[in-house]
């Protein structure tokens, strides 16, 4: 069957083998699937020019490529208009580092882009790594991204980008060159999450748990979704005083948990479960719904009317607003649909009224002493970092069963979007603390990495010595830099799910049993049976 494109990388992709007709099964079209692989060429073009022209180099070149690099993870843009005129800021910032080159015939390597199709075409181990490396970067790009929205910036971070932009367009790389990048990806990302972290922290103060209602009050409202607090503070001040109540959604939930947030009082719960819910629970709601980034599914029209973009999420024919974070479209029409008549008393996935979260590294941590008691006199026998992206693929339901079979005697650790599975379930309390602890978003991987070194250090031992396991579940490519970062740490025994990435061959997948004991998940009786003994 003819190729209409190709997209492997996010967790549903079709057949188990890649989207290569119309349409992905994320709903990205083939068109909008070549513009973007033309984007990411074209990246790679602008890394080529960089080399040797790093003293042209500036802050725009390097927000060019992060901005680049994010607008190609799944869920975040299907607009064609804007990533083409992407393609053509990013042709142009190639022109000014190496001016003259796109009209010259010889090919030097410093005025060409890459054929994204020769990566999709290749051996099967080379595309694995380059694929490991790429989706890698654009999950650290939005990292970096929202740390830039707030100042904060790393050249060190910055540079790798384009060393990873240009090792993925070298024909000749094999494996012995491309598996220290690929760990490298991971090395990068650790840094770019704890720049990311020391950003928020100090821009809205030490996330502090918080009990979130689920209900929904009677009157105008709007629905924030995706991960960036900047938006949300904005959207807070511009509704002060305007009888408008703020609700998250998906990853936007650990707002509740900073100072800064959460001293407004309008800002009220959480509305709905994690992103694939999103087409059902939008659908009738009487109030605005705003994405930030990431995950955007294409909008039914029946409520696509109501539907606000901004930052890097476009989609065709939905009203986006800039960089002036003018949110008066999104507040007109909360006010024109007025909300609910009276309160909505909504529930979780297993019928709970309120989730809790902020258990940051900061919060967990100033509880070291009681955690540390409670492990040297057995009150607290395991501790279970169960979290990541959640999907609509059938077998997700293994991390809501995993959770509720996990013993008194235990401790769950749970971020990202996936712990919409099981972050209403009363687990109840052990030594005076919760069993269920909600680090954050998933990008607060930090969080649960500086918890475990910090643990470690204190009972002087290895991360992996530790009465710790690591039960992840992945759908796109922040999931992918993450699990890079564990491993650049040395972290073995990681189950992993609900299925493994059909990017990564074989043999890669051999080295990665090998070095680091990597396991799809089984059943939830046979995981905890093996890991508790």
């Not at 057949?15 to 692989?37: E, I, R, S």
């Not at 990311?196 to 209900?215: I, Q």
């Not at 009677?218 to 904005?234: A, N, Q, R, T």
Request: glycine share 8%; proline share 5%.
């Amino acid at each position: 069957m003819d190729r209409k494109m190709f997209c492997f990388q996010c967790e549903q992709t079709a057949g188990c083998f890649a989207c290569t007709q119309n349409a992905g099964v994320c709903g990205k079209k083939a068109d909008t699937a070549a513009l973007q692989d033309k984007l990411t060429g074209t990246l790679i073009g602008l890394a080529r020019a960089s080399k040797g022209n790093e003293d042209l180099i500036t802050e725009n070149t390097d927000r060019l490529v992060i901005e680049g690099l994010f607008t190609t993870i799944t869920n975040v843009n299907f607009n064609n208009e804007t990533i083409s005129a992407l393609i053509g800021r990013t042709e142009a910032e190639k022109e000014r580092l190496v001016p003259g080159c796109s009209s010259c015939s010889s090919a030097c390597g410093r005025n060409n882009n890459y054929d994204m199709n020769e990566l999709w075409d290749a051996d099967e181990d080379i595309r694995s790594l380059k694929s490991l490396i790429l989706f890698g970067i654009r999950g650290i790009a939005a990292y970096a991204y929202h740390a830039d929205v707030l100042g904060y910036r790393d050249a060190d971070i910055s540079k790798f980008f384009y060393k990873a932009l240009f090792a993925i367009g070298m024909k000749d790389w094999d494996m012995e060159k491309l598996l220290p990048i690929v760990m490298e990806v991971g090395e990068i990302n650790l840094k770019c999450m704890a720049l990311l972290d020391k950003a928020n922290t100090e821009t809205y103060g030490n996330p502090a748990p918080a009990k979130v209602s689920l209900t929904v009050e009677k009157g105008p409202f709007i629905v924030i979704s995706g991960h960036d607090f900047y938006d949300l503070k904005c959207l807070l001040e511009q509704t002060k005083d305007k009888g408008i109540n703020i609700y998250t959604h998906g990853e936007m939930l650990p707002a509740h948990a900073y100072p800064e947030l959460k001293k407004y009082p309008h800002l009220k719960g959480n509305f709905g479960t994690a992103w694939q819910n999103q087409q059902k629970e939008f659908a009738d709601i009487p109030a605005p719904v705003l994405f930030t980034t990431n995950c955007l599914m294409p909008p039914k029209t029946s409520y696509a009317d109501r539907v606000f973009t901004t930052e890097v999420v476009s989609y065709p024919q939905l009203t986006h607003i800039g960089d002036n974070k003018d949110f008066t479209p999104v507040i007109k029409k909360a006010l024109s649909l007025g909300g609910y008549p009276t309160d909505m008393h909504f529930t979780g996935i297993n019928g709970g009224k309120e989730v809790v979260t902020g258990f940051s590294h900061n919060a967990v941590l100033s509880a070291a002493d009681t955690i540390i008691d409670a492990v040297k006199s057995g009150t607290i026998r395991h501790f279970f970092l169960v979290g990541g992206c959640d999907g609509a693929k059938p077998g997700r339901n293994y991390y809501t069963d995993f959770v509720k079979q996990t013993p008194a005697d235990t401790v769950v650790l749970t971020l990202a979007c996936g712990k919409y599975r099981f972050n209403d379930l009363d687990l109840g309390t052990i030594g005076g603390l919760p069993r269920m602890m909600d680090m954050g978003q998933c990008n607060d991987a930090y969080s649960a990495i500086k918890v475990a070194v910090s643990l470690a250090e204190a009972f002087h031992c290895g991360v992996n010595d530790l009465p710790l396991s690591m039960v992840l579940s992945w759908y796109e490519q922040k999931a992918v830099c993450i699990l890079l970062t564990l491993l650049h740490l040395g972290i073995k025994n990681i189950l992993l799910g609900p299925s493994l990435p059909v990017f990564i061959s074989p043999n890669v997948l051999n080295f990665l049993v090998k070095n680091y004991n990597i396991a799809p998940i089984s059943t939830p009786e046979d995981d905890l049976k093996k890991i508790l003994g």
